[in-house]
C-alpha cells in the first residue's frame, strides 16, 4: 500500500527527493517514517511525521533532511539535501496507523 520513489546515484553535496504514495483512504491516519538500511547495518530510522505534522528527525541528518506530508496526494515526501557517502543506503518508507506497511525500498547513492 506504500510506494517509494526518487532514489537515484548522485555526488555528494547534492540533493535528492524520495517520495511515499499511500493508499488516499488511510493516508490520513498514518504516522509515516523513512528508514534506511546500508549494507551489512541495520535498518534505521531517519524522520518521523505524526498525523499532525510533527517532524522528528535522526541527529545525522538534523539540518540536512526534511520529512513533509501531502495530504490531497496521500504523499510523503523526504528532502535530503547536502548529501554525505554515508547517506548511501536503501530507504524505506513506513506507515503507523493500527497496522504497519512499508514501502519497497529505494536505493540512495552518494558518490564522494
Known amino acids: 500500500q506504500l510506494q517509494a520513489s526518487g532514489g537515484g546515484l548522485v555526488p555528494a553535496g547534492e540533493s535528492l527527493r524520495l517520495a511515499c504514495a499511500a493508499s488516499?483512504?488511510?493516508?490520513?491516519?498514518?504516522?509515516m517514517s523513512w528508514y534506511c538500511q546500508a549494507p551489512g547495518k541495520q535498518r534505521e530510522l531517519v524522520a518521523t511525521i505524526s498525523t499532525s505534522g510533527s517532524t522528528t528527525y535522526a541527529d545525522a541528518v538534523k539540518g540536512r533532511f526534511t520529512i513533509s506530508r501531502d495530504g490531497a496526494k496521500a504523499t510523503v515526501y523526504l528532502q535530503m539535501n547536502s548529501l554525505k557517502p554515508e547517506d548511501t543506503a536503501v530507504y524505506y518508507c513506513q506507515g503507523r496507523s493500527a497496522g504497519t506497511y512499508w514501502g519497497q525500498g529505494t536505493q540512495v547513492t552518494v558518490s564522494s
Open positions: 488516499t483512504n488511510i493516508f490520513r491516519y498514518l504516522i
